[in-house]
């Protein structure tokens, strides 16, 4: 009682009272002469819907993790999975392993049973863990392709793209919330646009959601842009570009373009929208600055390869130009822009530059990232500071952008991404409190309302009369996160209360239990 409630409709907050019974919102406005077996004086804080981080990469770190309280922490209470083209399901005994190694930098040490077949029979192994928050998820067009064509860097056969449509269809059946791609990615970077067209072609009797993280977010993002619009039009289906950003300071502005051709598509119809994290450096592997050709195979035909000097030699000479439109060392101003982060056979390398660790290694800035990656078997990450900070706000403040994490988790005690732990209060004191990029409504709306009207999840976003009671108190005078790349895993502060299903599992900045997440399945009528 007595809070500031944001209801998640991006509506003005209004002080009353939210009563709760078995779970669900029961009232919403002024209780009284009410008895209650538990009655909590929100003294003026805030109290809104539990946050939706719609984009991890948690997927196998959640058998180590199942409680996810860094999460938790922040105020997120629902979490998607399976994006970026990486999703565990479906998949066949044939390539498990080398579905394995594919995934390998988001594992975070976890070792899957893989006991899992079907993208069903994947969510029922999540629904035996003793999970803290919901999760559901998306299935990857990298792991589709992957489980028909392997990581072979061709053209599909007639055939083979009937079977990558039918399942994705069974796994639509089955759950799944859309589809996603990772086109930086293999095996999906080996897909023209053609192919990914053809396969969405799977989701237009569902409506599904297409989401992409784009081919280029650099010097040709535009046209990346364009070809993900294309792709929705053609099948009349719904788009998503994922942690919608462009890199590299040469192409300060673009994204005040970016937005607009956004805007201009929803103006004709297009129903689009996009995500982004708060922060001006993004992270992945650093396979990710390879050309397409040297991983085809998969990662032990990758790690072979760089075994030849000359490979290497061709490898070398082809990062130094723009394979594809992209080159990471540019879009950072140079290797003293790119930091390793995880990397557990080179340990000596972890909290570097890529020009620190070449000396430490003895090797060149490129040399250093093949070496990186061959010693590591491909199980590494890093981060590329890349992002302008105003074009990073023009995102953050567009109405057709939600706020996601794009987390990938890291060992115990290791290192990653402060997005892992501070997004969320990041968004409500950096840049609602004090830069003023958002208004506390525009915020709350960005991380519950939108993205459970965008992706349908049923009792999810809003302080409404029988809708989860799933919630968040905090004080929006002190929220702030503290995590940064020297202490990534830093707790926020702030956040006061976190309730699931109506129980309290936060308190003053600790879990406290119980474990009351469920497996979200996406519902097709």
Known sequence: MNARILDGTCNPWFYGDVGVRRGKVAFVGSLRNFEAGETIDAGGRVLTPGFIDMHTHYDLYLFQKPR?????????????IGQCGLSPAPVNERNKEILDQYIGFIKAGTEPDWKWNTFGQWLKRLESLEL???????????????????????????????????????????????MTSGLIYPPGVYACPEEIREVCEALREFRGLYLSHMRNEGNQVLKSVMETLMIGKANSIPVHILHLKVMGHQNRGVMKDLLHRLGDARKKGMDVTADVYPYTATSTTLRAMLPPWVQEGGIGALLERLEDSYVRRKVIDEMRVDWQKENSLRNCDGPSGILILYAPETPEVEGHTLQEAGEILGLRPLETVLEIISRNNGKDTAAYFNILEEDMM????????????????????????????????????????????????????????????RLGLAGKGFLKNGMDADMVLFDPDKVIDRADFDSPSAYPEGIDRVFLAGETVVEKGYFCGPCLGKVLRKKHY
């Open 68 to 80: 996810m309280v860094s999460k938790l922490l922040q105020g997120v209470t629902t979490i998607g």
């Open 132 to 178: 803290g928050l919901n999760v559901f998820s998306f299935v990857g067009h990298g792991t589709i392709r992957l489980n028909v064509m392997g990581f072979e860097n061709r053209e599909p056969s007639g055939a083979e793209i009937s079977q990558m449509k039918g399942l994705i269809a069974q796994s639509m059946e089955q759950g799944a919330f859309g």
């Open 394 to 453: 023009k995102a953050l403040g567009s109405p057709r952008v939600m706020i996601a994490s794009d987390s990938i988790p890291a060992v115990e005690g290791g290192r990653c991404h402060p997005r892992s732990n501070g997004t969320f209060p990041r968004v409500l004191g950096r840049y609602v409190r004090e830069k003023k990029t958002l208004s506390l409504e525009e915020a709350v709306w960005k991380i519950t309302g939108f993205p459970a009207s």
